[in-house]
């Protein structure tokens, strides 16, 4: 049972322009989540958060959007840099485990 | 960096062989997981531990057994290794700050191939 749905494995974008990452849960439950941001032979490393009494955190050039009523979240970045190409994985924390979801893997080209 | 340390950071071994995978944490972190990613899969949960001795199985523990005799270290073991346990293993701690805020903190990954 998937409860974090992160549907797109892959987004390829231009550097500069935005980079829109998406994800669905499915756990009203849920009500703080995280990105993640992996580089290859590198564990996963905090990005950015946003608790459920919120609907936008930014920092930066980072930015989640949260709407709780369609149980979706996005990641945006702008502007796109290539040193932003990773793979991003959108969590929740739960009954002291942390649900990920299957990841997508952002190219930013030059 | 919450001084999480793995080994090995590769492994190849052979069907059917045992293998044990370290991890081991410097800051008396109670709980610890064990997690893999795979591709299309992203990170699931093994087993975890919230205590010395005190474990539990995650959503894909089938195959994998664990042990944390101290509080520093938690072992994966894979009692017989199948090429279906090819992966990428991240051990974890996940801690509640004073603000609420729950995040993971990773090692840096054991990359077993089973051949």
């Known amino acids: 049972d998937q409860q974090v749905k992160q549907n797109s494995p892959s987004l390829s974008v231009q550097e500069g322009r935005i980079s829109i990452l998406n994800c669905d849960y499915t756990n009203s439950m849920f009500d703080y989540f995280l990105w993640y941001k992996k580089y290859p032979a590198e564990g996963p490393t905090f990005l950015i958060s946003?608790?459920?009494?919120?609907d936008k955190n930014e920092d930066g050039r980072f930015t989640v959007f949260l709407n709780k009523s369609a149980k979706h979240l996005s990641l945006h970045i702008v502007p796109s840099q290539p040193g932003d190409s990773a793979v991003y994985f959108c969590?929740?924390?739960?009954?002291?485990?942390?649900?990920f979801g299957a990841g997508t893997r952002l190219t930013v080209k030059p | 960096d919450a001084g999480i340390t793995q080994s090995p950071r590769h492994k190849v071994t052979e069907t059917g062989t045992p293998v044990t995978l370290r991890c081991h944490q410097t800051?008396?972190?109670?709980?610890m997981y064990w997690y893999r990613q795979d591709p299309g899969h992203g990170l699931r949960l093994i087993h975890y531990s919230y205590g010395v001795k005190d474990t539990d199985k995650g959503e894909v523990s089938d195959g994998y057994s664990v042990s944390r005799s101290k509080t520093e270290d938690f072992l994966l073991t894979l009692e017989s290794a199948t090429s279906s346990q090819t992966s990428v293993y991240f051990c974890?701690?996940?801690?509640?700050?004073?603000?609420?805020?729950?995040?993971?903190?990773f090692g840096q990954g054991t990359r077993l191939t089973v051949v």
């Open positions: 800051e008396n972190h109670r709980y």
């Open positions: 946003i608790s459920s009494i919120k």
């Open positions: 974890a701690i996940i801690q509640t700050g004073r603000g609420g805020r729950t995040e993971a903190f």
């Open positions: 969590a929740a924390p739960i009954n002291n485990d942390m649900r």
